[in-house]
């Protein structure tokens, strides 16, 4: 079956510590996506890419970083430097960058200790 | 800056009656996507129904439509004959034809009761 694979479901983080959030499609989708979901709140746009090699900030990049050397791949890190790191991370993915619809994973619960 | 506004935290309906959800949204853009999600408990979110505003017909998908109102700015949604797995949040989003940033509204929950 074909989707997005987030991992794990659930994440803890001890402060100062960094952590990566796994986010793997076989969509074979251009796009991918992250985004993060506060209680009470809609979604925010965290970093975007959409090609291989390329990515750009969103709204709230400030305390996270990514990477995309592989299509299917888009791991997300969140950094010491991210000093309200509890959330709701959602993945997501789109067969172009200008696509209008997005495929979204189960999404990572991430707490701190 | 565009935004989107869902002045309803919480709304209820009886299974098999209709419930309409609101949403409102600002932009100075006249070419966009607009987009009601649900996110059930397992928090997957599910796209319900989209809408282009070029287009002046509403969407319709089976039991759930739209009622697009662009000069208002107003996209709400209605689910007919509702069901007990209609029960999540329901979040109306926007996107503007060139970008892929996606603006969410804070949400509805529904709930459905039998």
């Known amino acids: 079956d074909g989707g997005i694979t987030q991992s794990p479901k659930y994440l803890f983080r001890k402060e100062g510590q960094n952590v990566t959030l796994s986010c793997e499609q076989n969509l074979n989708h251009d796009a991918m996506y992250w985004y993060r979901q506060d209680p009470g709140q809609g979604l925010r746009l965290i970093y975007y890419s959409q090609i291989v090699n390329d990515f750009q900030k969103g709204d709230i990049a400030e305390g996270y970083s990514v990477s995309r050397e592989k299509k299917e791949s888009f791991p997300l890190t969140v950094t010491s430097a991210q000093k309200n790191p509890t959330a709701f991370y959602l993945c997501?993915?789109?067969?172009?960058?200008?696509?209008?619809?997005?495929?979204f994973g189960s999404g990572t619960q991430l707490s701190v200790l | 800056a565009q935004t989107v506004t869902q002045s309803q935290p919480e709304m209820s309906v009886q299974e098999a009656e209709t419930v309409t959800l609101s949403c409102t949204y600002d932009?100075?853009?006249?070419?966009?996507?607009l987009f009601w999600y649900k996110q059930p408990p397992s928090r997957q979110m599910i796209l319900v129904i989209r809408q282009e505003a070029y287009k002046q017909q509403n969407a319709t998908e089976n039991r759930f439509s739209v009622n697009f109102q662009k000069a208002a700015k107003s996209f709400s949604l209605k689910i007919s004959d509702s069901q007990l797995g209609d029960a999540a949040m329901y979040f109306c989003?926007?996107?503007?034809?060139?970008?892929?940033?996606?603006?969410f509204g804070t949400g509805t929950r529904l709930q459905v009761f039998p």
């Open positions: 997501a993915s789109s067969i172009q960058p200008d696509s209008e619809k997005l495929f």
């Open positions: 989003a926007y996107r503007s034809f060139n970008t892929d940033k996606l603006i």
């Open positions: 932009t100075s853009e006249s070419d966009y996507y």
